[in-house]
C-alpha cells in the first residue's frame, strides 16, 4: 500500500516535471536570460581581450571563471524569480486547489517544482558549456579544468538559488506579494551589506557609542545573512575555485546540500501548514 | 478577524524577540572587543607615536630559501615557524609603537634593545620538552650580501666561519694597502716615463722610443662572501607540530609577557617549478608564473625573459605570518615558495611535438637610453663590451614573433646533461584571437536563436 502511494507520488511528481519543464522551454524567458547573460559575458570577455596588448602577457588559469560567474549570477535571478512565483501562480490561479484534489501531495508538487527548475538550469548549463567553449575556439582563452570545476559548483548554487525562490513562494499566497517580498528581502540583503561596507570604511573612533551598536549588530547581521542568502554560497562557491583548494570547495557543496534540504523541508510544511488557496 | 491579529502579534513578538537577542550579542560581542582593544591599548592616530617598553621576540627564521629577520609585538600570541630547520629566536625587550599609516606596530631598536636573559622553555601539551641556551649563530652569504641564497651556522661552526670572513676581510685591506702603495709607484713611473719621452723628443729622437710603459697594478679583489657578526639566540628547530615557549629567568621566574604559541609547520609539496617572468618593456615590474595549471596570455610580439626556480608550496597564512607575524592571510590558500635558481637547463620552446626554439641562460645588462627621455634597452651583457659593469639579470629570453600562429604553445625545461624533460616545468602559453572578440557578441544571439526554433516548431504544430 505504502509502495503503491510513492509510485503515484513519483509519477505525478514526473508529470509536473513535463508540464512545468515544456511550459518553461516554450517560453522566451529562458532564453532572454541566457542571451543577457552572455551578452554581459561576451562584454567582460571583449574588454579583457582589449587589454591583453602587444608586449605584455597575462598570467590566469581560469581567465573564463569570472564571465561565467557574473553569467550564473544573472541566470539565478532569472530563476529565483521563476521560482518565487511557481507556488503563488498555482495558488492564486486556483490550480494548487485542483492538483490537490488529485494524487498530488505537498512534497510531490514542490519536489515536482524544485526538479523541474534543476533540469532548468542543467538546460541553460549546456547551452553555457556550448556559449564558453565557442568562446574558447574563437580567442583561444583556456576551457581549462577548473572551468569545468566552476560549472560542476554552479549546479549546487543553483540548487541553492531555487530552494530560497519556493521558500518564498511557498510563504505568499499572490504572484504580487511574492515579487514584492522576494524584491524587498534581496534589496535588504543589499542594503545591509552596503550599509556595513559604509561603517568599515571608518576607523571605531569616529563612532559614539550607539553608532558602535549598529555598526556591530549590521556585523552580526552580516554573518546570519551570509548564511541565509544564496547569492552568498554563489560568491563563496566561486572564491573556493579561485582558492584552487580542495577542502572549501567540497565543504561549499555540503553547505548548499544542507542549504537545498532545510529550505525545501521547510518549503513543504508551511505548504502543508498555509494551505492551497490564495 | 482575531486569528488575524493574532498572527499579526505572533510575528511582531518573534521579530522584536530577534531584535533583542541580536541587540544582546552585539552588546556582549562588543564588551568582549572593548576589552580586547584595552589589552592592545592601540593608540589612536597623532602625530608623534606613543612609545611603550614591550617584551618582543626578535628572530632570523628559516622562509623557504633562505633566513629572514623580523619581530613578534605583543599584540600577536603565535610564532610560525618551518619543521626540522634551524631558527635563531631571541627575546628583548624594546620600545613599541603603533604606526596608523601601515596600521603595524614597529620597533624602536635603536632607542631600547635590552637582551632578556635566561632560559627559552618549549612545552608540548603541558610538558616542558625542551630547555635552550643561547648559541652563536651566524648567516654565511656564499654569494656575497647581495647574494640570494644564505646558510646558517650555529656554535662553533658559526665562530669559524665568521673567522674565515674576518681573515678573507683582513687579507683584502692589506692587498688594498698594497694597492695604494703599487699605484703611488705607478703614478711615479708614469710621470718617469712622460718625462722620459718628451726629453727624448725635445732632444729630436725620432720613431719608435724603446722605453718600457710602466704596467697599472690590478686592484685586488674584496671577499666574494660575507659572514654576519656573531649573535647570541636560542636555536629552535622542532617537528611539526603545536607547542608553547616561554622564558624562565635566572631565579627561577617566568619572564611576563614571554609566553607564547609556537606554530611549526611543513611545506605541502616539494620539487615544483617555478617561473619569474621578466617582460622586456617593464623590467621591474616581473611576473611570477608558480602554479602548474598557471597559462600565459600574450598577443602580438612579446620578449620575455624566464628565470626559472625550484619551489615549495606553503599555507599561506602560515607562511604570512612567518614573514611577518602582522601580516595576514587564508588558510585555505596555498602558496608557492622559490627556494634556488634552477642552473644547467635550457628552456624549450615547443609546438606541440615540435620544438621551434632551444635557449640558454644568458646575462642581460639593462641600459638607460641617454638624454631626458625615459626610457632603456635591455641588451645581452659581455664583459669586453661592458668592463666595469655587472650584468642586471640573468635568464632565457624567448621572443613571441608576431607572425608564430594564435594558438597554444608549451616551455619546459630540459638537462643539459641528458636533454631530459623536467615535467614540472611544463607551461602553456596561449597566443589569444584579438580580432575575432567582435564575434563574441555574435555568439550570444545563440540561446535567442534556439528559442526562435523552439517557438516556430511550436507554432507549426499548433496550426497543425
Not at chain 1, 553569467?71 to 524569480?81: A, K, N, P, T
Given at each position: 500500500?505504502?509502495?503503491?502511494?510513492?509510485?503515484?507520488?513519483?509519477?505525478s511528481?514526473?508529470?509536473?516535471?513535463?508540464?512545468?519543464?515544456?511550459?518553461?522551454?516554450?517560453?522566451?524567458?529562458?532564453?532572454?536570460?541566457?542571451?543577457?547573460?552572455?551578452?554581459?559575458?561576451?562584454?567582460?570577455?571583449?574588454?579583457?581581450?582589449r587589454?591583453?596588448?602587444?608586449?605584455?602577457?597575462?598570467?590566469?588559469?581560469?581567465?573564463?571563471?569570472?564571465?561565467?560567474?557574473?553569467?550564473?549570477?544573472?541566470?539565478?535571478?532569472?530563476?529565483?524569480?521563476?521560482?518565487?512565483?511557481?507556488?503563488?501562480?498555482?495558488?492564486e490561479?486556483?490550480?494548487?486547489?485542483?492538483?490537490f484534489?488529485?494524487?498530488?501531495?505537498?512534497?510531490?508538487?514542490?519536489?515536482?517544482?524544485?526538479?523541474?527548475?534543476?533540469?532548468?538550469?542543467?538546460?541553460?548549463?549546456?547551452?553555457?558549456?556550448?556559449?564558453?567553449?565557442?568562446?574558447?575556439?574563437l580567442?583561444?582563452?583556456?576551457?581549462?579544468?577548473?572551468?569545468?570545476?566552476?560549472?560542476?559548483?554552479?549546479?549546487?548554487?543553483?540548487?541553492?538559488?531555487?530552494?530560497?525562490?519556493?521558500?518564498?513562494?511557498?510563504?505568499?499566497g499572490?504572484?504580487?506579494?511574492?515579487?514584492i517580498?522576494?524584491?524587498?528581502?534581496?534589496?535588504?540583503?543589499?542594503?545591509?551589506?552596503?550599509?556595513?561596507?559604509?561603517?568599515?570604511?571608518?576607523?571605531?573612533?569616529?563612532?559614539?557609542?550607539?553608532?558602535?551598536?549598529?555598526?556591530?549588530?549590521?556585523?552580526?547581521?552580516?554573518?546570519?545573512?551570509?548564511?541565509?542568502?544564496?547569492?552568498?554560497?554563489?560568491?563563496?562557491?566561486?572564491?573556493s575555485?579561485?582558492?584552487?583548494?580542495?577542502k572549501?570547495?567540497?565543504?561549499?557543496?555540503?553547505y548548499?546540500?544542507?542549504?537545498?534540504?532545510?529550505?525545501l523541508?521547510?518549503?513543504?510544511?508551511?505548504?502543508?501548514?498555509k494551505?492551497?488557496?490564495? | 478577524?482575531?486569528?488575524?491579529?493574532?498572527?499579526?502579534?505572533?510575528l511582531?513578538?518573534?521579530?522584536?524577540?530577534?531584535?533583542?537577542?541580536?541587540f544582546?550579542?552585539?552588546?556582549?560581542?562588543l564588551?568582549?572587543?572593548?576589552?580586547?582593544?584595552?589589552?592592545?591599548?592601540?593608540?589612536?592616530?597623532?602625530?608623534?607615536?606613543?612609545?611603550?617598553?614591550?617584551l618582543?621576540?626578535?628572530?632570523?627564521?628559516?622562509?623557504?630559501?633562505?633566513?629572514?629577520?623580523?619581530?613578534?609585538?605583543?599584540?600577536?600570541?603565535?610564532?610560525?615557524?618551518?619543521?626540522?630547520?634551524?631558527?635563531?629566536i631571541?627575546?628583548?625587550?624594546?620600545?613599541?609603537?603603533?604606526?596608523?599609516?601601515?596600521?603595524?606596530?614597529?620597533?624602536g631598536?635603536?632607542?631600547?634593545?635590552?637582551?632578556?636573559?635566561?632560559t627559552?622553555?618549549?612545552?608540548?601539551d603541558g610538558?616542558?620538552?625542551?630547555?635552550l641556551?643561547?648559541?652563536?649563530?651566524?648567516?654565511?652569504?656564499p654569494?656575497?650580501?647581495?647574494?640570494e641564497?644564505?646558510?646558517?651556522?650555529?656554535?662553533?661552526?658559526?665562530?669559524?666561519?665568521?673567522?674565515?670572513?674576518?681573515?678573507?676581510?683582513?687579507?683584502?685591506?692589506?692587498?688594498?694597502?698594497?694597492?695604494?702603495?703599487?699605484?703611488?709607484?705607478?703614478?711615479?713611473?708614469?710621470?718617469?716615463?712622460?718625462?722620459?719621452?718628451?726629453r727624448?723628443?725635445?732632444?729630436?729622437?725620432?720613431?719608435?722610443l724603446?722605453?718600457?710603459?710602466?704596467k697599472?697594478?690590478?686592484?685586488?679583489?674584496?671577499?666574494?662572501?660575507?659572514?654576519?657578526?656573531?649573535?647570541?639566540?636560542?636555536?629552535?628547530?622542532?617537528p611539526?607540530?603545536?607547542?608553547?615557549?616561554?622564558?624562565?629567568?635566572?631565579?627561577g621566574?617566568i619572564?611576563?609577557g614571554?609566553?607564547?604559541?609556537?606554530?611549526?609547520?611543513t611545506?605541502?609539496?616539494?620539487?615544483?617549478?617555478?617561473?619569474e617572468i621578466?617582460?622586456?618593456?617593464?623590467?621591474t615590474?616581473?611576473?611570477?608564473?608558480?602554479?602548474?595549471?598557471?597559462i600565459?596570455?600574450?598577443?602580438?610580439?612579446?620578449?620575455?625573459?624566464?628565470?626559472?626556480?625550484?619551489?615549495d608550496?606553503?599555507?599561506?597564512?602560515?607562511?604570512?605570518k612567518?614573514?611577518?607575524?602582522?601580516?595576514?592571510?587564508?588558510?585555505?590558500?596555498?602558496?608557492?615558495?622559490?627556494?634556488d635558481?634552477?642552473?644547467?637547463?635550457?628552456?624549450?620552446?615547443y609546438?606541440?611535438?615540435?620544438?621551434?626554439e632551444?635557449?640558454?641562460?644568458k646575462?642581460?645588462?639593462?641600459?638607460?637610453?641617454p638624454?631626458?627621455?625615459?626610457g632603456?634597452?635591455?641588451?645581452?651583457?659581455?664583459?669586453?663590451?661592458?668592463?666595469?659593469?655587472?650584468?642586471?639579470?640573468?635568464?632565457?629570453?624567448?621572443?613571441?614573433?608576431?607572425?608564430?600562429a594564435?594558438?597554444?604553445?608549451?616551455?619546459?625545461?630540459?638537462?643539459?646533461?641528458?636533454?631530459?624533460?623536467?615535467p614540472e616545468?611544463?607551461?602553456e602559453?596561449?597566443?589569444?584571437?584579438?580580432k575575432?572578440?567582435?564575434?563574441?557578441?555574435?555568439?550570444?544571439?545563440?540561446?535567442?536563436?534556439?528559442?526562435?526554433?523552439?517557438?516556430?516548431?511550436?507554432?507549426?504544430?499548433?496550426?497543425?
Amino acid at each position: 500500500m505504502k509502495e503503491k502511494g510513492i509510485s503515484i507520488s513519483f509519477y505525478s511528481m514526473r508529470v509536473l516535471i513535463k508540464r512545468e519543464l515544456i511550459s518553461s522551454l516554450y517560453g522566451w524567458g529562458v532564453y532572454a536570460a541566457m542571451f543577457i547573460a552572455f551578452l554581459v559575458s561576451s562584454f567582460i570577455l571583449r574588454n579583457f581581450l582589449r587589454g591583453i596588448r602587444e608586449e605584455n602577457i597575462f598570467i590566469s588559469s581560469y581567465p573564463l571563471n569570472f564571465p561565467l560567474f557574473v553569467s550564473v549570477v544573472i541566470i539565478s535571478f532569472y530563476l529565483v524569480v521563476v521560482s518565487a512565483i511557481s507556488i503563488s501562480r498555482e495558488r492564486e490561479q486556483g490550480t494548487l486547489e485542483v492538483l490537490f484534489y488529485g494524487p498530488v501531495s505537498s512534497s510531490s508538487f514542490l519536489l515536482g517544482k524544485y526538479f523541474t527548475d534543476m533540469i532548468l538550469y542543467m538546460i541553460i548549463l549546456g547551452f553555457s558549456a556550448i556559449y564558453f567553449l565557442g568562446v574558447s575556439l574563437l580567442t583561444n582563452l583556456g576551457f581549462t579544468y577548473l572551468l569545468v570545476k566552476a560549472f560542476l559548483l554552479s549546479i549546487f548554487l543553483a540548487s541553492c538559488v531555487i530552494s530560497f525562490g519556493l521558500f518564498i513562494s511557498s510563504l505568499t499566497g499572490r504572484v504580487r506579494s511574492s515579487i514584492i517580498w522576494l524584491v524587498g528581502i534581496l534589496l535588504a540583503f543589499l542594503g545591509l551589506w552596503f550599509l556595513q561596507n559604509m561603517f568599515l570604511t571608518f576607523p571605531p573612533e569616529a563612532f559614539t557609542s550607539w553608532l558602535l551598536y549598529i555598526r556591530k549588530t549590521l556585523f552580526v547581521t552580516q554573518h546570519i545573512i551570509n548564511w541565509v542568502s544564496p547569492f552568498s554560497y554563489l560568491s563563496r562557491g566561486m572564491e573556493s575555485i579561485r582558492i584552487g583548494s580542495v577542502k572549501p570547495f567540497v565543504l561549499n557543496i555540503v553547505y548548499s546540500i544542507i542549504y537545498t534540504v532545510v529550505l525545501l523541508f521547510l518549503s513543504i510544511y508551511i505548504l502543508k501548514a498555509k494551505g492551497v488557496r490564495a | 478577524m482575531i486569528k488575524k491579529r493574532r498572527k499579526i502579534v505572533n510575528l511582531l513578538s518573534i521579530f522584536v524577540l530577534l531584535i533583542l537577542l541580536i541587540f544582546l550579542v552585539t552588546q556582549w560581542g562588543l564588551a568582549q572587543e572593548e576589552k580586547k582593544e584595552e589589552e592592545k591599548k592601540q593608540p589612536t592616530i597623532s602625530l608623534a607615536p606613543v612609545l611603550r617598553e614591550e617584551l618582543v621576540y626578535r628572530w632570523n627564521v628559516f622562509d623557504g630559501k633562505g633566513w629572514s629577520g623580523g619581530f613578534i609585538p605583543q599584540s600577536e600570541d603565535t610564532i610560525y615557524i618551518i619543521a626540522n630547520k634551524d631558527n635563531a629566536i631571541s627575546a628583548r625587550k624594546t620600545l613599541v609603537y603603533f604606526w596608523p599609516i601601515t596600521a603595524r606596530y614597529m620597533a624602536g631598536w635603536k632607542t631600547l634593545n635590552e637582551q632578556v636573559k635566561g632560559t627559552l622553555e618549549i612545552l608540548q601539551d603541558g610538558k616542558v620538552i625542551k630547555k635552550l641556551k643561547k648559541e652563536d649563530n651566524v648567516l654565511y652569504y656564499p654569494e656575497g650580501f647581495w647574494g640570494e641564497k644564505t646558510v646558517f651556522y650555529k656554535g662553533e661552526d658559526a665562530n669559524k666561519q665568521y673567522q674565515k670572513y674576518r681573515k678573507a676581510l683582513d687579507k683584502y685591506y692589506e692587498d688594498l694597502k698594497k694597492y695604494y702603495e703599487a699605484r703611488q709607484e705607478y703614478r711615479k713611473k708614469l710621470d718617469e716615463f712622460f718625462k722620459e719621452v718628451k726629453r727624448r723628443r725635445e732632444a729630436g729622437e725620432k720613431g719608435p722610443l724603446d722605453i718600457e710603459i710602466p704596467k697599472e697594478p690590478e686592484p685586488p679583489k674584496g671577499p666574494d662572501f660575507y659572514v654576519t657578526e656573531p649573535k647570541k639566540d636560542y636555536i629552535v628547530n622542532l617537528p611539526v607540530g603545536k607547542y608553547q615557549i616561554r622564558i624562565r629567568a635566572e631565579d627561577g621566574t617566568i619572564v611576563e609577557g614571554s609566553e607564547k604559541n609556537l606554530f611549526v609547520f611543513t611545506s605541502r609539496r616539494k620539487g615544483g617549478v617555478g617561473y619569474e617572468i621578466i617582460p622586456g618593456n617593464r623590467w621591474t615590474k616581473r611576473e611570477e608564473c608558480n602554479d602548474p595549471a598557471n597559462i600565459i596570455y600574450a598577443a602580438g610580439r612579446n620578449v620575455l625573459y624566464f628565470r626559472p626556480y625550484n619551489q615549495d608550496e606553503y599555507n599561506e597564512l602560515y607562511h604570512n605570518k612567518l614573514m611577518d607575524p602582522q601580516n595576514e592571510g587564508r588558510e585555505e590558500n596555498w602558496k608557492w615558495v622559490h627556494t634556488d635558481p634552477i642552473t644547467d637547463v635550457f628552456l624549450l620552446f615547443y609546438d606541440e611535438d615540435k620544438l621551434l626554439e632551444k635557449v640558454d641562460k644568458k646575462p642581460y645588462i639593462v641600459q638607460q637610453i641617454p638624454g631626458p627621455e625615459l626610457g632603456y634597452n635591455i641588451l645581452e651583457y659581455t664583459k669586453e663590451e661592458f668592463p666595469y659593469k655587472k650584468p642586471t639579470f640573468e635568464g632565457y629570453q624567448l621572443i613571441l614573433s608576431e607572425k608564430l600562429a594564435p594558438h597554444g604553445y608549451q616551455i619546459f625545461l630540459g638537462k643539459k646533461e641528458n636533454n631530459a624533460l623536467i615535467p614540472e616545468s611544463r607551461r602553456e602559453i596561449r597566443l589569444v584571437r584579438k580580432k575575432n572578440a567582435n564575434f563574441l557578441y555574435y555568439l550570444s544571439l545563440f540561446p535567442l536563436v534556439v528559442g526562435g526554433i523552439v517557438f516556430t516548431v511550436r507554432l507549426r504544430k499548433v496550426k497543425k
